[in-house]
């Protein structure tokens, strides 16, 4: 496969980048990475960020150094293979993993570092198990419950005991917890509804951990939280581990999110930006830019100008992004920070992260699991 050069080279300005480009606000960035160090620390718990967000072992091991992590969470074994082979040690893959040539390489992976799975199923359970076995591994497993999302993982209580029993049982298997998370419990805007909603989570995370004491099975971590209710999850006393993953970047639906005085989420600055040129502005008080569909996700609605609350976007299409301009302000050749409506897809469709500070660009890393969705 031919090597896609990254968009920038170190000391480039702004205006040396090739657009459209995946450009981070390293300010922006690491004082995010900060903020949730100090609020877990606070809390008593610890971070495992969430991989899946930014997709590259350099800022995955960048959340460990400075961010405080503990390791990092992917949705996929090549996500996490992606992770391991840049460095990162320890790696939960928060899904479940399901046929016979992704379980025989997450067990290879196990051999290489800590290695953490959620499991749903008593049948699955057993294949885990026999292909450790045949590795020489023990590997790690969270009993998945299905706290209200409706999409994986068993029954709180009884179902979630009898499929840790199930986990416990085997020599090749250790049984480490519970993963309990509510997906989109995260971006309901209002307050009070998202706090009610993570409060019926925590009242079944909470009764489930009881009830395995009461089997002598122990909860060594309870995990879930995302960036819009994390605080709810750290200040339950049940949850011991967050997986937040979008607070380094965030995004337009995060920015819509609110606190408990109505304002918008603003915690977390916005790190995460696609560097876009205007290519037109033949019609008048309108500007086309050079993103479009293929470098940005519109699947939670059309990006913003960042800082020009003067221009709307009217419309995304493969390679453009239209602006309304009504006073003509952008000139061709002028650069946009436009900020996308989600994250996380978002940069699956680049293959570079453009670190910029001061104008200037500090560093660029590689999107090392861009893809990786097996």
């Known amino acids: 496969m031919p090597v896609i050069p990254p968009p920038a080279k170190v000391g480039d300005t702004l205006d040396d980048i090739l657009t459209p480009a995946l450009i981070i606000d390293l300010d922006a960035f690491e004082a995010n990475l900060d903020r949730l160090r100090a609020r877990c620390e606070t809390f008593g718990v610890r971070l495992r960020a969430h991989a899946k967000t930014h997709k590259s072992a350099d800022i995955g091991l960048q959340q460990m150094s400075r961010g405080g992590a503990c390791g990092v969470c992917c949705q996929k074994v090549s996500e996490a293979e992606a992770m ?210 293929k470098a940005l996700s519109t699947d939670s609605g059309p990006p913003v100008v960042f800082g020009r609350e003067d221009l709307e976007v009217s419309g995304v299409s493969d390679e453009h992004t239209i602006l309304l301009d009504p006073g003509d302000s952008l000139s061709l050749g002028q650069r946009v920070k436009l900020v996308p409506g989600h994250c996380d897809p978002t940069c699956n469709l680049h293959d570079w992260y453009v670190g910029v500070r001061d104008g200037r660009v500090e560093t660029v890393w590689p999107v090392s699991a861009r893809g990786c969705v097996v």
């Open 84 to 293: 391991v082979a840049g460095g990162v040690p320890d790696v939960l893959v928060s899904n479940q993993v399901i046929g016979a040539a992704r379980i025989a390489r997450l067990v290879a992976l196990a051999g290489r570092a800590r290695v953490i799975v959620c499991v749903d199923d008593a049948g699955n359970v057993d294949e885990l198990a026999e292909a450790a076995a045949a590795a020489g591994v023990t590997l790690e497993c969270l009993v998945e419950i299905d706290t209200g999302m409706g999409r994986c993982g068993v029954r709180p209580g009884a179902e979630g005991v009898a499929l840790a029993q199930r986990v416990a049982g085997h020599p090749s298997l250790r049984f480490s917890g519970l993963q309990a998370y509510d997906g989109r419990a995260q971006h309901v805007y209002d307050f009070d509804k998202r706090r009610a909603r993570i409060e019926g989570v925590v009242a079944a995370t909470r009764d489930t951990v009881a009830a395995l004491k009461s089997a002598g099975l122990d909860c060594a971590i309870v995990g879930g939280a995302g960036t819009g209710t994390y605080a709810f999850e750290a200040s339950s006393g049940v949850y011991n581990e967050l997986q937040c993953g979008s607070y380094v970047f965030m995004d337009v639906d995060y920015g819509r999110v609110q606190e408990a005085d109505g304002a918008g989420l603003s915690e977390f600055a916005q790190s995460l930006f696609v560097l876009s040129t205007v290519m037109s502005v033949a019609v008048p008080g309108t500007a086309v830019c050079d993103a479009g569909l």
